[in-house]
């Protein structure tokens, strides 16, 4: 490509780090994109492909936005279909609601840490960060002061958050994030990736009408290969989101895979149930290590702080248990924390064995942190 071709690119775009191509090893455990522990159930697949065996596999969709799925998740929620809007993972609504918003130089105001889709969207954008630093002292609890000064010091367009967040799993309370849209100047985005893992519904937040929640079917209804989100808002901002969402956001397959999701929700409310027991016994047997801080969490996973460095224990799980776990060295914040998705059973057993065997013969080693 030559130079002049090169410099059409967006100064945030050409920052970015380049894409690579990489596999996970299916062979190994993955517990660490924080995915179902459970596949979606064979008899509801099957309802899926039913369905999908009538329909004309040759047309486009029969409107340029889902609207069956529109109107069943508006009803779910007891709102308007006006204040939906449906696209192929919330990760593609986190890039139309900034493609919406930011102009270059713009401030984006975050928490930090937090999921890193916010400040790689932000930067792609060309956008001033502005990070509010969470503490292990206080157990990442939500900075709303400090956070709600940030926003209006800098006039920020938007303030992104996870509720319950990501990666520490901590639970904000709704009062802590009413107060905190009710002082940004701008608009308050709320990742609620995980909200069904602690039964917490922030829809009363929208009628304040500058809050979007984001929301997805990857983790509780076990369709993270599908890929669909969906963010709910005022309809005012609604509409001028769906000007942004591709043509045709789903494919016919996303829609009606999600439509079946949401018929039998009772049975994922079944899993998710077995999920969290399984996240509390894992956190209680990790908890009960030699030098191993375990945070609350209202996700489907668990952040673990260790007093040791980490790469004998990564190593060891990696190679004696075949465990995908997450290292958070990616976060400044996290640099001796791992992250691990609640996995089924036999492979939550695999995690305990693999840590304590790990801690349990190095806990009289001399640190070295």
Not at 32 to 53: G, T
Request: proline share 6%; glycine share 4%.
């Amino acid at each position: 490509m030559q130079q002049d071709e090169f410099d059409v690119i967006r100064s945030g775009v050409k920052a970015a780090s380049p894409i690579g191509r990489s596999l996970v090893n299916e062979a190994l455990h993955r517990l660490q994109w924080n995915e179902s522990p459970e596949d979606f159930p064979a008899d509801l697949k099957e309802e899926v492909l039913q369905r999908l065996a009538v329909l004309p596999w040759s047309r486009y969709p029969v409107g340029g936005r889902p609207w069956l799925l529109i109107d069943a998740l508006a009803a779910h929620f007891k709102l308007a279909p006006e204040q939906v809007v449906v696209s192929e993972g919330s990760a593609d609504l986190i890039k139309a609601i900034m493609a919406a918003t930011l102009r270059p130089g713009d401030v984006v105001v975050m928490p930090a840490p937090t999921f890193l889709l916010y400040r790689q969207n932000a930067r792609l954008h060309e956008a001033a960060l502005v990070e509010i630093p969470l503490t292990a002292e206080n157990g990442y609890a939500l900075p709303v002061t400090e956070l709600a000064a940030a926003a209006q010091e800098s006039q920020a367009r938007l303030v992104v958050l996870c509720a319950p967040n990501n990666p520490t799993g901590t639970v904000y309370a709704e009062s802590d994030l009413r107060r905190l849209a009710q002082a940004t100047p701008g608009l308050l985005v709320i990742d609620e990736a995980y909200a069904e893992f602690c039964d917490q519904d922030l829809t009363g937040l929208l009628e304040l009408g500058n809050v979007i929640l984001l929301r997805t079917f990857s983790k509780f209804y076990a369709m993270a290969g599908v890929r669909v989100g969906y963010a709910l808002t005022s309809p005012a901002l609604a509409a001028e989101l769906q000007k942004v969402i591709t043509v045709f956001p789903l494919s016919t397959f996303s829609e009606v895979a999600a439509l079946v999701a949401l018929k039998h929700r009772d049975r994922f409310l079944a899993i998710r149930d077995r999920v969290v027991d399984e996240r509390e016994r894992l956190a209680a047997a990790l908890a009960a290590l030699p030098g191993v801080r375990i945070f609350p969490s209202g996700a489907n996973f668990v952040l673990v702080q260790l007093s040791r460095p980490k790469a004998e224990l990564l190593h060891h799980l990696h190679h004696q248990h075949r465990l995908l776990i997450s290292d958070m060295a990616a976060y400044p914040e996290l640099v001796n924390c791992v992250r691990i998705s609640v996995g089924a059973p036999v492979q939550n057993d695999r995690v305990i064995q693999g840590f304590s065997e790990t801690l349990q013969a190095t806990a009289l080693a001399p640190s070295t942190i």
